[in-house]
């Protein structure tokens, strides 16, 4: 089976710009988390899609959205961008409630 | 709140011996689990070991083992016969079963540990 997968895996903007990261997740699962991940703030829960809907946000400003389709895909964008929003964006999959399996994240560098 | 704090920012073992990276937690919901995962140089988030708040048991995934203590509310990870591969960041992480936290994993800083030849 195959895992999740993230495009792209770099990505390099500058400031105002806006971003759209995907992912695919693993066939059959139906939940996708988003997660920040910087030397300074750690792992962050950006949010959760279950069956298109979103189910859960974590504390990130309006500019962080996100949606999910109906094949469970799911993309996230970031609008107006700031050089602090320079990470690896993690995404996560699962069936329901159960384990999360990561994908191999993309590298966002904001100049 | 939940939290998750990981002591230890960096760990040395020798290869082939044993090496356990220490997790507490906090919680008030009686439904969790609690995860351990791999992050290498790469950056992938590899998944290597699971325990529920009811499990009776500690898990073990081949070399890993999970050492649940659940009144002190802390759940170390034990890896048995380092190898070399091992040398990653490793990550303590919980997930509230109950209320709406959904898919939401909180993490810990983090244990980077180092395996010597």
């Known amino acids: 089976k195959a895992g999740v997968t993230q495009t792209p895996r770099y990505l390099i903007k500058t400031r105002g710009q806006q971003v759209t990261l995907s992912c695919s997740p693993i066939?059959?699962?139906?939940?996708v988390s988003w997660y920040q991940q910087t030397p300074g703030q750690g792992l962050q829960f950006l949010f959760e899609?279950?069956?298109?809907?979103?189910?859960n946000k974590g504390n990130f400003p309006g500019r962080f959205s996100g949606r999910q389709f109906s094949n469970s895909r799911s993309e996230m964008n970031v609008s107006t961008l700031e050089l602090g929003d320079s990470a690896l964006y993690l995404c996560?999959?699962?069936?329901?409630?159960?384990?999360?399996?990561f994908g191999p994240g993309t590298r966002l560098t904001v100049l | 709140a939940q939290k998750i704090t990981q002591t230890q920012p960096g760990m040395f073992v020798q290869e082939k011996e044993a090496v356990t990276l220490d997790c507490t937690y906090d919680?008030?919901?009686?439904?969790?689990?609690l995860f351990w995962y791999k992050q290498p140089s790469s950056g992938e988030m590899i998944f290597l070991i699971y325990?529920?708040?009811?499990?009776?048991q500690n898990a073990t995934e081949g070399r890993y083992s999970l050492n649940f203590q659940k009144a002190r509310k802390s759940a170390n990870l034990v890896i048995s016969a380092s190898q070399l591969g091992d040398s990653a960041m490793y990550f303590c992480?919980?997930?509230?079963?109950?209320?709406?936290?959904?898919?939401?994993?909180?993490f810990g800083q983090g244990t980077i540990l180092t395996v010597h030849p």
């Open positions: 996560a999959s699962s069936w329901e409630a159960d384990t999360q399996y």
């Open positions: 066939s059959g699962h139906r939940s």
């Open positions: 899609y279950f069956s298109e809907t979103q189910r």
């Open positions: 919680t008030s919901d009686p439904s969790y689990g």
């Open positions: 325990q529920g708040s009811y499990d009776q």
């Open positions: 992480a919980m997930r509230e079963l109950g209320g709406t936290s959904y898919g939401k994993l909180t």
